[in-house]
C-alpha cells in the first residue's frame, strides 16, 4: 500500500464512526504487539488548552536535544500533523507501512471478533507503533474528546498526567457537570504517577486531587503566570506574551512566548510543572525552559495570518474558549473594529458563546464548516441576530473572506478574527491565501 492508497483507507474507514471505550484499540494494540507499553509518556486530558500546553511541552523537550513523539488530534491544517516527531510530520512512506499493517490486523479483527476498529482508533495506534518504531526519548499524547474510555488511554504507567482546563462540552457524552466531566477526565490518572493541574475551578480541582490521592498519586497544583502583552499590537510582527511564574518548589521563571491568548498563562504554567515534574525522571530541562517556552507555537490558536490587514484565527469553539477569546481581545485589540466570521458544530453550546461574545464585533460573517457535525450558518446568524443588529450569512468560505476584507479596504473595521471550529479554519487559511495573491 502506497501513502495515496493508505489515506484513501483511512477515509473509507470512517464508516465505522466513533465509538467510546478500550476493547477495540486494546485488541487492536495487542495484535500489533503492545508498542504502546515500550513508551516513555506524558498524558494531557482536559477541555481546553491540551494542544497550547502539549506544544510548549514539546518545545522544550526539543530544545533540550529530546527525541519528542507527539500525537494530537484532529488534524486541522493537515492530515499527517497528528502524528509528529520533534515538530515533523509522520513521513509518507512510514505511514504507508503502518497503515498496510493496521489494516491487515484490522481485517483479521473484524473476521474473528465482528468489530471493526475505529478511525480514530487507528490513528492512535499508528501513532504508538511509529513511535516504537523511531525510540522517542518521549512522547506526548493528548485525549481525544475524554479520558476514561478515550481510545489513548491504554497506558498501564505515565510519567505524568496532566490534567489542563476543564468546562462543559461533550456533554451528551462526558456529562452535564463540571464534576462529572472532571471524573472522566481523571480516568487517565495511573496509580501511583503524578499528576499536573492547571489552575481552574475549585469544583474540578477537587474531584481531580480526590481521585489522585486514591490512587496514591502526586498532585501538583499549577498557578497561574503573570501575563502582560510587551509591545502592544499596533505592530503585530513584534507582540509577544510576558510570562512570569513562580513555580510550586519556589523557582521562577519568565520568558517572552510567542503565543497569544490570555488563556496561555495557564498553559505556561501547567507546562512549567509538568516539566519540573520530568526533571525527576532524569530529563535534564532546567536550562532549556525559559527558551523553549519562547520558541514554541501551535498553530490555529490566536494565529495571525495576515497582517495587511490583521487576520487572525482561533480554534475558540466552546463557551469557556470563548470566553478566554474575548479577554484576549480586551487585551490585545482595544478599541478595534472587529468583522468576525464565524463557524461552529452543532452539538456545542453555540446559543451562549453568542451571547459571550457577539457585542464585541462590529460586524458578524456567518459559515457553514465542512464538517458533518455543522451547525448550518444560518441558523447561526439567526442566533447571533439576538445580541447583534449586523449579521449576514454567506454560503461560500471565500466569499465571506472576500467580504470582510472589504470592509477593512472600506474603512469600515480595523481587523477581522474567524473563530468557532476548527473545521472551518483550513480553508479559511486557504482563501486568505488566495485572496493576497490576488
Known sequence: MNYTEARSYLKEVNKYGSVLGLESITTLLDALGNPQKELKVVHIAGTNGKGSTLALIQSVLVKAGYQ?????SPAVFDDDETIQINGKNIEKEELADIVTLIREKADIILEKYGFHPTPFEIETAMAFEYFKRKDCDI?????????????????????????????LDHTAFLGETIEEIAQVKAGIIKPCCPVVMA?????????????????????????????????????????????????????KYQANIRMLGTYQSINAATAIETLLCLENYGYQLEEHIEQGLSEAVWNGRMEIISEEPLFIIDGAHNPGAVKELRNSMDLYFTNRRITFIMGVLADKDFAQEAELIADKAENIITVTPDNSRALDGKKLAETLSVYHENVQYMDDITKAVTSAMDYVRKGQTDMILAFGSLSHLKDIKQAVKAERRD
Open 68 to 72: 519528542t513523539g507527539r500525537y494530537s
Open 139 to 167: 512522547v506526548l499524547v493528548e485525549c481525544g474528546m475524554g479520558g476514561t474510555g478515550d481510545a489513548t488511554n491504554v497506558f498501564d504507567r505515565v510519567l505524568c498526567s496532566v490534567i489542563t482546563s476543564i468546562s
Open 199 to 251: 489552575k481552574q475551578s475549585e469544583k474540578a480541582v477537587n474531584c481531580i486531587k480526590n481521585i489522585a490521592q486514591e490512587k496514591g498519586a502526586e498532585f501538583v497544583q499549577a498557578g497561574q503566570a503573570q501575563l502582560t502583552a510587551q509591545n502592544h499590537p499596533s505592530d503585530m510582527k513584534s507582540v509577544k506574551n510576558r510570562i512570569n511564574y513562580k513555580a510550586a518548589n519556589g523557582k
